[in-house]
């Protein structure tokens, strides 16, 4: 069975960084498509960043230059690291991931698994 469990989130202020993990068991990061997703209260859960079992990443164009997904398949565990934090980015950022090689289309239906989430708040 698939289990992903985030760590990592917590309180920074504006300005600031942060890196949040995921500890993948059940499989192999090294063969899964993964990603980072988020929601904020009363909003939609959005992504953030992908990443394909190809090492291919993507991410949302609110993040880019500033997030950067990664993993490392020895310790099966997927990163997030977040620099330049801004108000916005608060919100409950999520780990998930899908068996497919790539993504099909990177937003929350395409993922199969997920974890429970970590909070991240960034003050102004």
């Known amino acids: 069975q698939v289990q992903l469990v985030e760590s990592g989130g917590g309180s920074v202020q504006a300005g600031g960084s942060l890196r949040v993990s995921c500890a993948a068991s059940?499989?192999?990061?090294?063969?899964?498509?993964m990603g980072w997703f988020r929601q904020a209260p009363g909003k939609e859960r959005e992504g953030v960043a992908g990443?394909?079992?190809?090492?291919?990443?993507i991410y949302a164009d609110s993040v880019k230059g500033r997030f950067t997904i990664s993993r490392d398949n020895a310790k099966n565990t997927l990163y997030l690291e977040m620099s330049s934090l801004k108000p916005e980015d608060t919100a409950m950022y999520y780990c998930?991931?899908?068996?497919?090689?790539?993504?099909?289309?990177?937003?929350?239906?395409?993922?199969?698994?997920w974890g429970q989430g970590t909070q991240v708040t960034v003050s102004s």
């Open positions: 998930a991931a899908t068996n497919s090689p790539v993504f099909r289309v990177f937003s929350p239906p395409a993922m199969n698994y």
């Open positions: 059940g499989y192999s990061t090294a063969t899964y498509s």
């Open positions: 990443i394909d079992r190809y090492s291919n990443t």
